[in-house]
């Protein structure tokens, strides 16, 4: 009952209601992430304001941009036509794994010196440090 309640008044978590229902009138699953992210397009293509399908994303819990991985993004941006899920695009050697923005989050990043590592902390010095000069000496 619980689960119900928050689908239907959560617009962060999962389909909303009002997605749940484009989905099931005229939306097609086009494949999964590896974040658990679900992509969907329309059955009938070209209603879209430029012509083309709809595409979309169901978030697997929070639902923030930056948990779309690039090949996924380009395919939602219609960059290319064949999802990732039946051609998966080459990697590079060099490439890194997709991470998520970590702002916000304890795993965000937190240089030394920083007002998240609390006043006690001094700043790292660098080579473009300077000394202030003082009227009168």
Request: proline content about 5%; aromatic content about 14%.
């Amino acid at each position: 009952m619980l689960g119900l309640l928050s689908k239907a008044f959560t617009w962060w978590n999962g389909a909303s209601a009002g997605a749940a229902w484009t989905i099931w009138r005229s939306g097609e699953l086009v494949g999964e992430d590896e974040f658990g992210n679900k992509y969907y397009q329309e059955r009938k293509g070209g209603t879209g304001a430029d012509g083309k399908a709809r595409r979309w994303v169901v978030y697997n819990g929070y639902a923030d941009g930056s948990r779309v991985p690039s090949d996924w993004h380009g395919w939602m941006h219609h960059t290319f036509d064949e999802a990732p899920a039946n051609a998966p695009l080459p990697r590079k050697d060099w490439e890194q794994e997709h991470q998520p923005n970590l702002t916000g989050t304890l795993h965000a990043y937190r240089p030394t010196g920083s007002l998240t590592q609390g006043s006690a902390r001094q700043r790292q010095a660098t080579a473009s440090d300077y000394e202030a000069w003082t009227p009168g000496e």
